[in-house]
């Protein structure tokens, strides 16, 4: 956000951390891919109840969960989306979450095409 270095944020998984991250382990990588893909559904529908239901500590717990794995996976633009939703989760201001939170979904859909890609 108002980053306008070099670097392009849109990137959607910035591989040469994901590689420190996972220490060029390949196998690891898709292995932590699969799981994601498995896994993010259900977190995102976590997330999107809590904001249905306007339920604020569950909408910080689900952020935070997802925003860790998104981080672990080095995936940067989902990871803030997922960290805004987490903060408006603590602060219970859930106003706009509704938005935010279809930007997460978008994300996490590009997401998970790059990592079909990629091979896992």
């Given at each position: 956000?108002?980053?306008?270095?070099?670097?392009?944020?849109?990137k959607?998984?910035?591989?040469?951390?994901?590689?420190?991250?996972?220490?060029?382990?390949?196998a690891?990588?898709?292995?932590?891919?699969?799981?994601?893909?498995?896994?993010?559904?259900?977190?995102?529908?976590?997330?999107?109840?809590?904001?249905?239901?306007?339920?604020?500590?569950?909408?910080?717990?689900?952020?935070?969960?997802?925003?860790?794995?998104?981080?672990?996976?080095?995936?940067?633009?989902?990871?803030?989306?997922?960290?805004?939703?987490?903060?408006?989760?603590?602060?219970?201001?859930?106003?706009?979450?509704?938005?935010?939170?279809?930007?997460?979904?978008?994300?996490?859909?590009?997401?998970?095409?790059?990592?079909?890609?990629?091979?896992?």
């Open positions: 956000m108002g980053q306008h270095s070099g670097e392009k944020m849109d959607i998984v910035d591989e040469t951390e994901l590689n420190e991250i996972m220490d060029n382990d390949i690891l990588i898709k292995e932590c891919f699969n799981d994601f893909i498995i896994e993010y559904p259900q977190i995102l529908s976590d997330i999107k109840k809590a904001i249905k239901s306007q339920d604020a500590s569950r909408l910080g717990t689900s952020a935070h969960k997802l925003k860790g794995s998104l981080k672990y996976l080095a995936a940067k633009p989902a990871a803030e989306i997922a960290s805004q939703l987490e903060y408006m989760g603590k602060k219970e201001t859930l106003d706009k979450s509704q938005d935010i939170y279809i930007n997460l979904e978008t994300e996490c859909q590009k997401l998970q095409v790059f990592m079909e890609a990629y091979g896992a």
